[in-house]
């Protein structure tokens, strides 16, 4: 007997908060008839990728459901609720309809959607996926602040601040800008660092960015000791780092190597 054939499961990049940038993609999937999933880190709890959403003007369909994707380090109660997740969503595929799961920012950056989809598949390995890419929280951070992530030949980095401020000073000597995401729970010690190095004049904190509670902070300083909210991050120039020799491999003259620049 033939199976009906599953939906597709659509990931729709929304950006960070402000529904301007919603991609035209993004917003012809949430009205394409797709079942809507947005995810919550508490049952009953608002959704902020639901908030952009909402705030463009799109009303929530009666049939959007959400899933729960809770925020603890808990392995047991996280491996528990990405397999209900996941056989809810493969559940809702099996009745053929297409699912758009709504991502805040882009979703292949650090986002909920590119392990869903990895356990949806190990359950469904048929299931297509359609990833719609947005703009990130950084990309937009930069723009509300004027900051420039890179120019010319600089180099940047995004990393989460969770890797501990060692490696943040490491890397402050490798890349001309650093973006320190989920950087909430060391916030006090990126500041030590970032007086330590002389980094505070060229640093900047950056809160729900584009959405109506947008906080941006030029004086990182005044916010030692202070409770930040989740959604942050950090844009750390070091204008000061000293850069190694450019290589040049796709220009160089002689016809040795056939890797472009590996000389
Ligand atoms: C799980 S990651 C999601 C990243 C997101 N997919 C993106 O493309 O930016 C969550 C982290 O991204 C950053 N972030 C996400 N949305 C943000 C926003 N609206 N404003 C500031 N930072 C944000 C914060 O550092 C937060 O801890």
Redesign the pocket.
């Known amino acids: 007997m033939n199976k009906a054939p599953l939906g597709r499961l659509i990931g729709a990049s929304l950006g ?2 402000d529904p301007q940038l919603i991609t035209r993609r993004a917003w012809a999937a949430l009205q394409s008839g797709a079942r809507w999933l947005y995810p919550v880190k508490k049952a009953e709890e608002s959704s902020y990728a639901l908030g952009i959403v909402e705030r463009g003007g799109l009303p929530v369909p009666a049939d959007a459901e959400a899933l729960v994707f809770p925020m603890t380090r808990d392995a047991i109660a996280l491996a528990k609720a990405w397999a209900r997740a996941a056989t809810r969503t493969v559940e809702l595929l099996q009745q053929g309809r297409d699912l758009v799961f709504l ?5 292949s ?3 909920t959607f590119g392990h869903l989809t990895r356990v949806v598949r190990e359950l469904a390995p048929e299931v297509i996926v359609d990833t719609i890419p947005g703009v ?3 990309a937009a ?1 930069a723009a509300s602040t004027s900051l420039t992530l890179a120019e010319e030949d600089e180099t940047f980095a995004v990393i989460p601040a969770a890797y501990g401020v060692e490696v943040i000073d490491r890397l402050l000597d490798e890349f001309d800008t650093l973006v320190l ?4 729970p060391l916030i006090d010690e990126v500041l030590a660092l970032l007086e330590k190095r002389d980094l505070l004049a060229t640093s900047c904190f ?6 109506p509670d947008e906080r941006i902070v030029h004086d990182v300083a005044s916010l030692a000791g202070e409770k930040v909210n ?4 950090m844009l750390v120039q070091n204008p000061k780092r000293v850069r190694g020799e450019l290589r040049r491999g796709c220009r160089k003259t002689r016809p040795a190597s056939p890797h472009c620049g590996s000389d």
Do not use: H, N, R
């Open positions: 960070p908060g991502v805040e920012g882009d979703a950056t650090f986002a990130s929280s950084f951070a995401l989920k950087v909430k950056i809160e729900k960015v584009g959405s989740y959604l942050s991050l």
